[in-house]
């Protein structure tokens, strides 16, 4: 708990690649980096966040002002790390404050190598990416802060640019691993890992699946050869449109029948396995407050999500598959802006949802999902039999 | 599902008076939901009691019944509009309970009439305690560890189980009242007996002791199609054991982890759920120990609450709005969120800012209570304040309060660290500063923690903002960079000035010459995600600022910030209504306010709202952002009270335009020689006065004129400070125990005047416009002068005043208007004494008694003023209908009265010993609020006024009668009356032998100072033994008091009706027949329709 000088901060700058700059103090390590610069609205869940390996690559702002307050612990972690590329906050705290606390934010941004900024105003950065869309962006401290500015925007227009890119071998893990049922078995599942979150792997193992772990570069045989009871794909970062390899697996999938469910890129990646488009946001949807419409039931659910890429179908009426997979329909739509948050396959035991159902950080208004699966297994079964 | 359209008509139900623990929130949520019922084509029947609402402006219901909410009154009332539902869920606990009553006498049966927004089983689900208790543990969540009990007895024999302390908490009750911790068996006692009383069920909780947990709040919404959102969640800086009321609290919860947070949500869902609140909003307190994480539900209120009107301003989700619109059918999604128009409601509001709200007390009104806060609410309002983080939110917080010593400060402490942290352990106002100057004496935030138990990131950001005073105190040089990082966390200019010996006006220009300015961001719902299309902004030193350019004419509007004993509601509606008048005139709006318990801080009020303090540098930013673009015409500086005044002179001086009279001329009426020049052009008459700056000129100033004198520190609402005094060695004793309150100095100066004894008080209202006065109002005072105006009961006509009194009046108010040169409201104070008219205070501005006139004959006062102060003549408001052309100096003899009555706190205040204080009044006002009874008579709009202050006198049983000497005469005939009506007598045996001797039987009681001897009882015995129904007590005027006041306490406390002047109790007996014929109900708009038909009447054949 370190209570620093106050003013004693070393400067850092925020660049983007329209050459707005914010200029701030260092947080974190210091040093340079660059991503695409995101906001997030979520208010509470800063470590969830950014563990969460969807963030992989992304610069990503706080709306919140006060990060850092409860610290960090083991528990909260989504994974092993801290995969943003950036992080920028208004006012980090000084002092941890929390019964689960066993560190704090700083020493962990240093330790995951994470280059941060802080002091700027943050809400004039959203408001700007809100208006002008997601860009790239790099965040310079250290010897690099004096650079000249020119040379800034230039490094960061060098940058990757996220459309097009694949990032899921960056995330996934490279060795399959299993976790087994935590309640009465009922069989396995194959999660295909993009940059799965642990919270989304307790909550199938709670529904009494073996959870069998696999990389991103599995191969449709490969997936076969498991012969699990179900699959599914996961949360994660980049284009979908990148990410054909996996496209195929997921095919070959549905076609041998396998039940199927997915979260965020596992909805994208449905989409593309069943012949409709994927497109980019203008910033998509970052947050724990986003309102979606479940049509089946007229409910609404407040969710968590985390997704700058979507499934381009109109949200009324079925829609036959191009690749013969039968009837689809939405299933779910974000009621702040109509954008797809579900599919369903109408003939095929498949289902995904573009929003966080496993909600780390964020509310658990939508959890019932792996219930539901669940059941769509037991049913495959019960018919098979 | 859309709008249900079995629904046409809807009685609304309002809170009544403004009492400690239901203030105007309720006014803001109700007009809320009125404005939405109608906007929706339905029919809306309002019952409130209380005229200093907004809501009870003819312009927010189709019928206005400014009446008694009781169950027969609103039972006439839907016996005469029928309406198809009743909607009482924002109208804080009295409609909640109205409407519990409406069920149990089988009224809402009779009539076939609908609860909406709340079905009584959810009602009692959430408010029977053992229900909710049961509830909750099948909801999986925890609860402590608690009895019911109904008896004293009992309860001692469950504090055996749960230990000391414990806590009492009463069932039914609003605002904490009756609740406490009990540390000793003593203590336990007295809580009971005072909770089971007070509980309309008698029955009280005993809960096992989660004092120093954290505690959160939850402001949850759910539409009948059980979609439920959290709106807003808030904690407390005070830890469990101070009122959530009373406590400073954040908004968001800021110490949990996302885990912590989600739990407790899921919990909030699930009570909502299962109390089975239909639609509506819903209020879930927790508390979390810190130590383990471990989570309790203390309560949950099923209702729109003061925490919703809180949430609603600190995240722009307008909670009662929203609540109206789901009780008539709506769903979530099928509402637009108002603020970004395009996504619906059905959302969880984000912010990217901290609120802060800190509690106001009036403890200095009150100097025998005690000030410790407790779960019995004691604050009397409170200010927000909206910051980019929590050191600035919580410092414009402070200043908000307009009160010395409430911010943060580095002067002089001599205490040690030990001996802050010692007087910090006992929560009271102004602990927060306290921990302050312990912290800057060398206290760890460890220390500080174990004192207070506040959570240390809390206690850590009073270092930090410590740190950046050293910082600022130890620069080298006050240069921009240091500036800023002051300004980042919440510093005023005032504060920097004091860290380098400079002025507030030096930093100021220092700032300025660095072009350092805060900008203004916007409360969005959304944290940005989308554009915000309401401008309701606050400050911050940031990069960017939201200010929309405009080319429009603007007016700016100071309210009158955290509402306090002498300025409260009343000041709002008057503000609120110059908004509307000037929107309607063509002008932009801008509110500056940080009150938000108000309507004024409602952002679909003005076409801008600023939510700021109401300090000089604050307001001056504002005023400089919107100087920006447009034409700033001015400044409406005289409805906002005293706090919107003392900004007057300060913005003139920085060439701000100020509207209406201006600060000179507004000076000259404070100004007692100035003021003595006019009174001498006008021919009037003030009592004998003089000024005094310290305590020898006072005394000298006295014995020259007379005792007894009144004395009053200039500059002051709602007579701070006031009071009678009657000697030289009171008059010592007066300045010592104003030490230290800054209120008399240089600037300052005491007023000194002969008391008129006996004298008949009158209040005037009226306009000017430089050439024709027009009056609003002439009210006479029930109490003699020497009662605050504000505390005493009026009656608008006068009753026993004559046509030339009031044109003596009328003379003396237009020369008062005409010297002072007032554009705009002007507010007189008379007295007759003797036949002869003296001038008390005039006050060139807004006065309480604005919305009152304003309600009684239907004069729009406040709307007037504003339009005369961008300039308007009287005669072209008359012209144009705003005006009625016979002004309120001339009421025909077949208008309503109108009778205002006080409503008064001592119940909530106590003695280190438990004692109720003492209920007597006096010069210095400390009543909360205010209600109205409007009918064809005196009597009966007096009897309404009672009933509506739950004062009625009960309509048989035992009167205590004892007086004073002066009153033995005046006593004689209502006593009589009394007995004719069929009251039994008591009396003490001086005020026995007067009435025996008048042919009265009265019989004969022991006084509490002769004690009880052989099993008969004293007076107070009897009073406690609940076997007197009424007390008749004055006060003598200085002797010792001590039997007076044991009486008074003891009936405060037991709850029954207390009359301390004689003519108050004339006034009541006058009134029983009324009562007992029970009330007729009249709407505002039924008057109004009646006065149009007397004028048209009265009007020449050839018009």
Redesign the interface.
Known sequence: MT?T???SAEPAVLVLEDGTR?EGAAYGKTGTTLGEVV?T?????Y??TLTDPSYAGQIVVM????IG??GV?K??MESDRIWVSGYVV??P????????SEGTLDDNLVEDDVVGIS??????L??HI??AGSMRGGIFSGADYSSDAEALVAAVNAGEQMAGLSLSATVSTTENYTLPATTERIGSIAVLDLGVKRATLGYLADQGFDVIVVPQNITPDGLLALKTDAFFFSNGPGDPAAASGQVEVLRAGLRAGLPYFGICFGNQLLGRALGFDTYKLPFGHR?????V?DKAT???E?TSQNHGFAVDLPIEGSHESPEGFGKVEVSHYS???NVVEGLRCLDIPAFSVQYHPE??????DAHYLFARFREVVLAGKGESK | MPKRDDINSVLVIGSGPIVIGQACEFDYSGTQACRVLRAEGIRVILVNSNPATIMTDPDFADATYVEPITPEVIESIIAKERPDAILPTLGGQTALNAAIQLDELGILEKYNVELIGAKIEAIQKGEDRQLFKELVIEAGADVARSHIAHTVEDAIEYAKDLGYPLVVRPSFTMGGLGSGFAYTEEELIRITTDGLQSSPTTEVLLEESILGWKEYELELMRDGSDNTVVVCSIENVDPVGVHTGDSITVAPALTLTDREYQRMRDIGIDIIRSVGVDTGGCNVQFAIDPSNGRIIVIEMNPRVSRSSALASKATGFPIAKIAAKLAIGYRLDEIPNDITKVTPASFEPTLDYVVVKVPRFAFEKFPAADATLTTTMKSVGEAMAIGRNYTTALQKALRSLEKRGSSFHWGTETRSAEELLTVSATPTDGRIVTLQQALRAGATVEQAFEATGMDPWFIDQIALINDVADFVAGADELTESVLAQAKDHGFSDAQIAELRGLTEAEVRGIRHGFGLRPVFKTVDTCAGEFPALTPYHYSSYDFETEVAPSDRKKVVILGSGPNRIGQGVEFDYSCVHSSFALHDAGFETIMINCNPETVSTDYDTSDRLYFEPLTLEDVLEVIHAESQSGELVGVVVQLGGQTALGLAQGLKDAGVPILGTTPENIDLAEQRGEFARILDEGGLLAPRNGIAHNVEEAIEVAENIGYPVLVRPSFVLGGRGMEIVYSTDAVRDYFVRQEGQALIGPDHPLLVDRFLDDAIEIDVDALYDGNRLYIGGVMEHLEEAGIHSGDSCCTLPPVTLGRAQIDRVREATEAIAKGVGVRGLLNVQFAISAGILYVLEANPRASRTVPFVSKALGIPLAKAASLLMVGKTIDELVEEGMLPEVDGSRVPLDSPVAVKEAVLPFKRFRTKEGKVVDSLLGPEMRSTGEVMGIDRDFPRAFAKSQAAASSAIPLSGTVFVSVTDEDKRAIVLPALRLQELGYELLATEGTAEILVRNGIQARTVRKHSEGSVDGDPTIVDLINARKIDVVINTPSGSSARADGYEIRAATVAADKPLFTTIAELSAAVSSIEAIRNGFEVRSLQDYAIDRAERLAASAPASA
């Open positions: 209570n000088a106050f003013g914010f906001f609205t979520g208010m509470s869940g470590q969830e709306t919140a002002p006060h307050i409860t612990n528990t909260d208004r006012d705290s000084r002092r941890v404050s929390n019964f689960r002091g700027i105003d943050t809400r004039a959203t408001r809100r208006s947050g724990i407050n986003q309102p419409l007229g409910k609404v407040i009621l702040n802006d909600s780390a950080a964020g509310p658990h």
